[in-house]
């Protein structure tokens, strides 16, 4: 598995404790940047601005994304621009949330 299958796979085990899917399939995370030297720059987004949970999310993507090899430095980047909307989840968010 290469280093971005590996950051995927660490924040698909990330959740918002207020919604039983991941951050990555709920269409929270924006982009991913990996450059030289094993630093990491995650783009991401919450499902409101006022999201109760942002500082303990934003603190586990990085802790989780750190704990992978090679990784040497985690930036995780909060945006809310473009504004998140249910649009943005996979297919398999909108079923297991009902939205299909």
């Known amino acids: 598995m290469n280093l971005y299958d590996e950051i995927v796979a660490a924040l698909h085990t990330v959740h918002d404790p207020e919604i039983p899917v991941n951050i990555y399939e709920l269409g929270l995370v924006y ?39 090679g990784v040497t430095d985690v930036h995780v980047k909060l945006t809310f621009d ?3 909307t249910k649009d943005m989840m996979s297919e398999e968010a909108k079923l297991e949330l009902g939205f299909l």
């Not at 030297?37 to 750190?66: D, R, S």
Request: with cysteine; glycine share 10%.
């Open 31 to 69: 982009g991913i940047k990996i450059e030289d030297g094993g630093k990491i720059e995650i783009t991401m987004t919450l499902t409101a601005p006022a999201c109760p949970a942002a500082g303990e999310i934003i603190f586990e993507v990085q802790q989780k994304v750190e704990a992978i090899e």
């Open 82 to 84: 473009p504004q998140w």
